[in-house]
């Protein structure tokens, strides 16, 4: 347990020897375990130090002095918790009680920790410097970043203490379950009750609280308009006049979509010819009760629109609170030359991070239901009267896009084409087409079949590999950058070395960062929350890269690289 003290000097010493203490002074248990509340151990100390240096090499992202601190504290006090384990490992094997460490050994420990913890902060400000410089990241607060030792070692005290805390009650519950059963039996019941207790909290009472809390939180932010989103004058637009869907149930993110983006105008001063308006369909959260009837009317007011009768028709599944990048789909208004038609629907109030933890079963629903509604209606139109059917996804909407297609040649025979950025680790086609990458591929740029279908790309101005490979039928893209932890985040990270790590990490990522048990777990962790924090190109912001994406997929006739240039002029500025 983390919270053992043994071996310090004042420590308490073993239960059972505290309670015969305890009972020989007359004074009772607890008073000697708050006596060393604080007090720490040697092997637990350097535990903590190692662990504290750790923290401090590269993750993907830049971090900023109160993320590294709390990182920092984190890995301490696992580090802590692996000392005095690997202590209690060795008296068992040198069958033999806990002793007070030497003072000399605390005095060499106190040395090394200045010595080595200083060493690690001043690496660690150079690979942050040299993360930022490769994403050019300019904010760099120096105060922060000096009292960042600070936070670690606050937050390194709140989870000992909490430790000890739970390792008190633990104790409390066995004395008490000792009056009516044996030692043995106490011990084990003690201990069951008290780490379903925790679990229960974590994963029950405090997550779904806090869940819940957010919910209503974002619930009410869901009700507002951004600046520069105005309720539609077309009919060609969802919450417009002739709607099926209002205006006030399209949510936050569903008013977004459907009351900006380009018009005829816009696109036509970008092709050079008379262009159309293009057609946006969403239902909102509010919109109706379960994602089969939000998906229906999405459909429903599709089809009103004439979306049916467009040459090219987007399926897109939202992120989080049901946004949808707006570079995603007004690339693929402006290649499609605006004659086209989106629709989406909103499966979430939390924000993307948030809902990419806890609303996975939500996209699947999502994804899956709208893609089957708009396929049905689909289906049904003669086969020369169909437009072009794709599909599009970021980060959990990947996830949820996904989930409507079986594998490779489902996606390929009933889609035109299909872009996903952003894909999380977990994402079942991902990981699939990634796994069983050809031979010789790396995990950061996979080659899959020969690239007969599916491909992958970092930039793909730069190339979508294979090239020499012919690239025929329905296409299927995947962007996903070399530096964005929604890609690389797993649970196994805490075990095992992954492939993007071991083998070249990619041209945005430090070649200094290594794996390391459980550190790189938290690192990565860490890095979720301000994926999208980094200059476009980098983490998890996708900007640019959809023009070139969506002009591999789309194929539209004529359009040169001047175009492509020009058009994410347009893109850049709109962001």
Not at 7 to 20: I, L, Q, V, Y
Not at 348 to 356: E, K, Q
Not at 407 to 433: H, K
Not at 485 to 492: A, G, K, L, N
């Amino acid at each position: 347990m983390v919270g053992d003290a043994s071996g310090a000097p004042g420590g308490p010493p073993p239960p059972a020897d505290a309670e015969a203490a305890a009972e020989g002074s007359g004074r009772p248990p607890e008073s000697r375990e708050r006596r060393g509340l604080l007090s720490v151990t040697l092997p637990g100390s350097w535990g903590a130090l190692l662990f504290a240096c750790l923290s401090f090499t590269p993750s993907l992202l830049p971090r900023g002095g109160i993320l590294q601190g709390l990182i920092c504290g984190i890995n301490a006090a696992l580090g802590y918790a692996a000392g005095v384990l690997a202590a209690r490992v060795w008296r068992a094997f040198a069958d033999r009680e806990p002793r007070p460490p030497r003072p000399k050994s605390w005095t060499g420990f106190l040395i090394s920790a200045v010595v080595l913890f200083g060493l690690f902060f001043g690496f660690g400000q150079y690979w942050q410097y040299q993360i930022r410089r490769l994403m050019g990241v300019t904010d760099y607060n120096v105060p922060l970043a000096v009292a960042s030792p600070l936070i670690a070692a606050l937050v390194f005290w709140l989870l000992l203490l909490t430790a000890r805390g739970i390792r008190g009650l633990y104790r409390r519950l066995v004395r008490l379950l000792k009056r009516w059963i044996g030692p043995r039996a106490a011990s084990a019941v003690g201990w069951t009750a008290v780490a379903a207790l925790v679990w229960a909290i974590v994963t029950g009472v405090l997550l779904d609280g806090l869940v819940a809390l957010a919910n209503e939180t974002f619930s009410l932010r869901d009700t507002t308009t951004e600046e520069g989103a105005h309720r539609p004058t077309t009919t060609l637009r969802s919450g417009g006049p002739g709607s099926l869907v209002p205006w006030d149930s399209l949510g936050l993110q569903g008013r977004n979509f459907t009351g900006t983006g380009p018009s005829a105008s816009a696109i036509g001063q970008f092709t050079g010819r008379p262009a159309k308006e293009p057609i946006r369909s969403y239902a909102g959260l509010a919109s109706s009760d379960d994602a089969e009837s939000r998906a229906a009317q999405a459909v429903a007011d599709l089809t009103r629109q004439g979306g049916f009768q467009r040459e090219n028709l987007l399926v897109v599944t939202t992120t989080g609170s049901g946004w949808v990048d707006p570079a995603a789909v007004d690339t693929f208004e402006y290649l499609s030359g605006g004659d086209s038609a989106a629709v989406a629907t909103q499966y979430s109030y939390l924000p993307s991070w948030l809902s990419y933890l806890v609303d996975q079963t939500k996209a699947r629903e999502a994804g899956r239901a709208l893609f089957d509604a708009v396929y049905d209606s689909w289906s049904k139109l003669p086969a020369d009267r169909r437009p072009r059917l794709f599909v599009s996804g970021e980060s959990l909407g990947s996830f949820g896009g996904e989930t409507a297609f079986s594998g490779e040649y489902d996606l390929r025979n009933r889609t035109a084409g299909t872009l996903f950025a952003g894909p999380p680790a977990f994402n079942t086609l991902f990981r699939e087409f990634s796994d069983h990458r050809d031979a010789g591929s790396p995990e950061v740029q996979p080659v899959y079949k020969e690239g007969r279908t599916v491909r992958f790309a970092n930039d793909p101005a730069a190339g979508i590999p294979p090239a020499d490979r012919p690239w025929n039928g329905s296409r299927v893209l995947y962007l996903m950058h070399s530096s964005d932890p929604i890609v690389w985040w797993s649970p196994h990270l805490v075990y095992s070395e992954p492939d993007w790590i071991a083998q070249h990490p990619g041209d945005d990522v430090l070649e200094a960062m290594v794996w390391l048990p459980f550190v790189t777990f938290w690192q990565v962790s860490a890095d979720l929350p301000f994926a999208a924090d980094v200059p476009r190109g980098h983490g998890h912001t996708y900007t640019t890269e959809y023009v070139d994406a969506w002009n591999a997929v789309l194929r539209p006739p004529g359009v040169t690289a001047q175009d492509l240039g020009r058009l994410k002029d347009f893109i850049t500025a709109e962001k």
